[in-house]
């Protein structure tokens, strides 16, 4: 089973962002341009994206993590890349419906069953994009939250059914 959560960085310290309360207390520091936070992911009790490896603009990092699913299903691999810094996230869809996950930083990789994988990450951006536009009372991600429901459409073709996003927050307008 995986795991996949957001934490913001703001005056009152990590704040996950599907916790609604703590993100309305810390609404001010959400108004900026860049977001700084962590996501982890971890499948079952492997940690495998942790606070030590993400520490960057987490909206950039979801614009592209949402794209992961839609690239895995069109041409079986993915990349992503944080900005500012080297680091390099590899997808490679593999036999049996599994995905190969490395992280160019870590000597490690990890194989993923594909449609878990793809939902958990859809899931988790569709919280934190409705997370953060909630708390802050507009809808400046309602087009990021969007292409989530598109991609996870796709992702429910694939695997005829299936692919559930039973994600914790839903944004006014989706």
């Known amino acids: 089973m995986f795991t996949c959560r957001t934490f913001l960085y703001t005056r ?19 108004r900026r341009d860049e977001l700084a936070g962590t996501i982890l992911l ?22 592209q993590l949402i794209m992961v699913p839609a690239r895995i ?7 992503v890349y944080q900005t500012d810094c080297p680091a390099e996230i590899y997808f490679k869809e593999q036999p049996h419906s599994f995905v190969e996950m490395r992280m160019n930083w870590k000597d490690k990789k990890y194989w993923l069953p594909e449609k878990e ?3 958990t990450l859809l899931c988790g951006a569709m919280d934190f994009f409705a997370g953060v ?14 292409d989530c429901q598109s991609v ?3 992702v429910r073709a694939r695997f005829r ?11 006014d307008g989706g």
């Open 42 to 63: 971890s499948y079952y009790d492997e940690e495998i994206w942790t606070h030590a490896d993400s520490d960057y603009s987490v909206a950039n990092i979801w614009r």
């Open 133 to 146: 536009d909630k708390a802050r009372g507009d809808d400046r991600f309602i087009r990021e939250w969007n």
């Open 161 to 171: 059914g299936g692919g559930d996003c039973r994600c914790r927050i839903m944004p």
């Open 12 to 30: 009152l310290g990590h704040v996950d962002a599907a916790d609604a309360e703590r993100m309305r207390n810390a609404a001010d520091d959400l």
């Open 152 to 154: 996870l459409q796709k």
């Open 73 to 79: 299903l069109e041409t079986g691999a993915a990349t």
């Open 117 to 119: 994988l793809m939902t």
